[in-house]
């Protein structure tokens, strides 16, 4: 059975990109077979995993989201890359920006992605979206495609109201289209852990959702290797795979893969 993960939150620069690199990385080195979908017009993902002009890439999920909106057959061959470590990737680029104009516009609309995807579920164990940082029709089509939300949050300050936000979409996304959606939980990034305010902060963030949602037991610590490794075009495990950040994935990864079994 494939599990379909959205990683999402409106708010930009939060560890999306990189909590959707380091799990698919640490997913597939537990040998399941993993897709990563870009689903941000920056191209993050895609650059982050050794493809330094996304924009130059011919043929991207917005190309296979076009074929599904026109009922056209669907090539993944020519758009899924295998990049080096193993790990499969439908990039994005620049063209996706113009597809939240084109979806309000159709029938269906919210379904696309998920359509897209019903046809690659027998071939992977996991697929991973990285979502781009609003709510508009893109986040939705993800959301309606997916079994699972994790929400990366910077425990940088008590991020409320943005939350409050993501939750509303999500209720709504599951009250009207999607009732399998499920919260899988929040993971609290770019920790600082030698400042005591970071641990009120967590601290803060656990007691106010805790009760309601899952807060993984398990924190990324704020590092200047995450900065390094995106620039790098390589996951943090094909960079040091001793550093601390490259650790509290991998626990992240367990505590997730715990729960599902
Ligand atoms: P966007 O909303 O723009 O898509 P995002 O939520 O995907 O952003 P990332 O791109 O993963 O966020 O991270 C934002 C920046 O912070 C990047 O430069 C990344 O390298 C850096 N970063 C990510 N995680 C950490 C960390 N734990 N410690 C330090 N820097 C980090
Ligand atoms: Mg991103």
Same mark, same amino acid.
Do not use: W
């Given at each position: 059975?494939?599990?379909?993960?959205?990683?999402?939150?409106?708010?930009?620069?939060?560890?999306?990109?990189?909590?959707?690199?380091?799990?698919g990385?640490?997913?597939?080195?537990?040998?399941?077979?993993?897709? *990563?979908?870009?689903?941000d017009?920056?191209?993050? *993902?895609?650059?982050?995993?050794?493809?330094?002009?996304?924009?130059?890439?011919?043929?991207?999920?917005?190309?296979?989201?076009?074929?599904?909106?026109?009922?056209?057959?669907?090539?993944?061959?020519?758009?899924?890359?295998? $990049?080096?470590?193993?790990?499969?990737?439908?990039?994005?680029?620049?063209?996706?920006? !113009?597809?939240?104009?084109?979806?309000?516009?159709?029938?269906?609309?919210?379904?696309?992605?998920?359509?897209?995807?019903?046809?690659?579920?027998?071939? /992977?164990?996991?697929?991973?979206?990285?979502?781009?940082?609003?709510? !508009?029709?893109?986040?939705?089509?993800a #959301?309606?495609?997916?079994?699972?939300?994790?929400?990366? @949050?910077?425990?940088?300050?008590?991020?409320?109201?943005? *939350?409050?936000? #993501?939750?509303?979409?999500?209720?709504?996304?599951?009250?009207?289209?999607?009732?399998?959606?499920?919260?899988g !939980?929040?993971?609290?990034?770019?920790?600082?852990?030698?400042?005591?305010?970071?641990?009120?902060?967590?601290?803060?963030i656990?007691?106010? /959702?805790? $009760?309601? *949602?899952?807060?993984?037991?398990?924190?990324?610590?704020?590092?200047?290797?995450?900065?390094?490794?995106?620039?790098?075009?390589?996951?943090?495990?094909? /960079?040091?795979?001793?550093?601390?950040?490259?650790?509290? /994935?991998?626990?992240?990864?367990?505590?997730?893969?715990?729960? @599902?079994?």
């Amino acid at each position: 059975m494939c599990k379909v993960i959205s990683i999402a939150n409106q708010k930009g620069g939060v560890g999306k990109t990189t909590t959707t690199v380091n799990l698919g990385k640490g997913l597939s080195d537990m040998g399941k077979k993993v897709l *990563l979908i870009d689903f941000d017009a920056q191209g993050s *993902l895609t650059e982050s995993l050794g493809y330094s002009n996304p924009d130059e890439i011919p043929s991207t999920i917005s190309d296979l989201m076009q074929n599904v909106i026109e009922d056209r057959p669907l090539n993944f061959k020519s758009c899924v890359l295998h $990049n080096d470590e193993g790990i499969d990737i439908i990039p994005a680029n620049i063209e996706l920006s !113009g597809m939240e104009t084109i979806l309000v516009n159709i029938m269906s609309r919210e379904r696309v992605l998920k359509e897209l995807i019903s046809q690659l579920t027998d071939s /992977y164990d996991y697929i991973l979206i990285d979502c781009t940082p609003s709510l !508009g029709m893109l986040t939705i089509n993800a #959301l309606v495609a997916s079994d699972e939300v994790i929400i990366p @949050v910077q425990a940088h300050f008590l991020p409320a109201k943005g *939350l409050e936000h #993501l939750m509303r979409t999500i209720s709504k996304v599951k009250r009207q289209i999607n009732p399998g959606l499920k919260i899988g !939980g929040i993971l609290l990034t770019m920790v600082d852990r030698r400042t005591n305010f970071a641990k009120s902060i967590s601290e803060l963030i656990r007691n106010t /959702y805790g $009760n309601d *949602l899952r807060v993984f037991q398990s924190e990324i610590p704020l590092s200047i290797r995450a900065a390094e490794t995106s620039a790098a075009g390589k996951s943090i495990y094909g /960079y040091d795979k001793r550093c601390s950040i490259a650790n509290a /994935y991998t626990k992240f990864t367990e505590e997730l893969c715990m729960e @599902v079994g």
